[in-house]
């Protein structure tokens, strides 16, 4: 994998831990807020009754989501192999999830996403790509023996 790859992985899983914590304050995103939103943009669409459901646990929704965004955030940056491919599948998902929940209250959730979604993509594709020959990057210096 090579350098830029690396600090891409880094740099997003940097703002995925940093997304997950700011769940937690609702100044900066309020989930209960998000989830009235799309609980109101959705009635009456397929959707609805999911995001009526989640609109009625909002402190379980952030926290599942809290802990995802997180959770993968530290895999990239701890930059295990099989756990940055589960990582970033998992936050294709998410993503995924997010839009079809938010895109009728948040519309301008489909860039920001859509950028996440890529960088994903790309990730997974150089993952796969090296065939699995090769290990994810190193974390730290090597030193060789001698």
Same mark, same amino acid.
Request: net charge neutral.
């Given at each position: 994998? +090579?350098?830029? +790859? *690396?600090l891409l992985q880094r740099i997003v899983g940097a703002l995925y831990i940093l997304a997950g914590i700011g769940k937690f304050f609702?100044? *900066?995103?309020?989930?209960k807020k998000r989830l009235d939103d799309a609980a109101k943009a959705n009635h009456g669409t397929v959707m609805s009754g999911f995001t009526d459901w989640l609109d009625r646990h909002p402190t379980g929704v952030m926290w599942f989501v809290a802990l995802a965004m997180v959770s993968a955030g530290v895999a990239m940056l701890w930059n295990r192999r099989p756990l940055v491919i589960a990582a970033l599948y998992g936050q294709l998902l998410m993503l995924v999830m997010f839009v079809l929940i938010l895109v009728g209250s948040v519309p301008q959730i489909l860039g920001l996403d859509a950028a996440f979604f890529a960088a994903a993509i790309f990730l997974i594709y150089r993952y796969h790509s090296s065939g699995g020959r090769a290990p994810a990057a190193p974390a730290g210096p090597s030193y060789e023996a001698g």
């Open positions: 994998m +090579t350098g830029r +790859t *690396l609702p100044q *900066l995103e309020s989930v």
